[in-house]
């Protein structure tokens, strides 16, 4: 399982760069790279994480958050924000695989998912290949009501339990996945209407505050590196908007209930 998922940050940095005009992101000071030793004696691992920062034309940010900690703890977390001028859905894919198990998530998750127009625009382009692999990734289970909103019909869910299906069919996904969103950053035209603008940046901010809020993967960015690095990291690059758009952290807080 060692370095399980680089060859799937090979590939998207490979497709980005084919098909985007790409700029560095800035990663803040401190997150680039951290390193920490957990366990003890013979389970003794090194966890290293990674963190990669493009920006393009159509889009905010490109990220990706690159957890390697040898056999036990695999990770790697891709979102791409769109700019606020365009209702493109965010592209998200989180991997991870744990001794018992992978768990896996590939996205094109709505700003409206609600909204007949919008599913038709977004959800419906990449309906075929959720169709094609879904026999082969079957759903993997129940997830909270409250995140339902914040994914499509075409959410592709699973739990494989063996390696190789993770390297040959959900690398495929991902493949098919990343290249569709890709088509639909090319064919996007800005957003003119104020009113509209602002309903993309209202629904980013409930996804970006959603999903800062339950980052599943708190608790382990704690445990590996402490609660400040975690935090700091969790607003300060993984999702952003809020310092972006300079809203302070009691306003974010309040706007969240």
């Given amino acids: 399982m060692m370095n399980l998922y680089q060859p799937f940050l090979d590939e998207a940095i490979a497709q980005l760069s084919a098909r985007l005009k790409l700029e560095p992101y800035p990663i803040p000071e401190g997150f680039g790279k951290k390193v920490a030793t957990v366990g003890k004696g013979k389970k003794q691992e090194v966890v290293v994480t990674t963190s990669y920062g493009f920006a393009a034309p159509k889009l905010r940010q490109i990220r990706a958050a690159h957890v390697q900690g040898g056999e036990s703890l695999q990770v790697l977390n891709l979102v791409i924000f769109p700019q606020l001028n365009y209702d493109l859905p965010f592209f998200g894919a989180d991997l991870v695989s744990l001794p018992g198990g992978h768990l896996i998530a590939l996205d094109m998750q709505p ?34 009501a409250e995140a339902q909103p914040f994914f499509s019909p075409a959410f592709l869910w699973t739990r494989p339990k063996k390696t190789e299906v993770v390297q040959t069919r959900v690398f495929e996904a991902f493949k098919e996945y990343l290249a569709a969103y890709l088509e639909l950053v090319e064919g996007a035209q800005p957003v003119s209407d104020r009113e509209q603008r602002e309903r993309i940046k209202q629904a980013q901010l409930r996804y970006l505050r959603y999903r800062a809020e339950k980052d599943p993967a708190r608790g382990m960015f704690t445990r590996f590196y402490g609660a400040e690095w975690t935090e700091e990291y969790i607003h300060g690059f993984l999702f952003d908007l809020e310092r972006f758009l300079g809203i302070s952290q009691r306003e974010g807080a309040i706007a969240n209930g």
Avoid at 113 to 142: F, Q
Wanted: proline share 15%; no cysteine.
């Fill in 111 to 144: 700003l409206f998912r609600d909204d007949p127009s919008y599913r038709a625009k977004y959800t419906e382009p990449i309906w075929g290949i959720y169709e094609r692999h879904k026999p082969h990734l079957p759903w993997g289970g129940d997830f909270p």
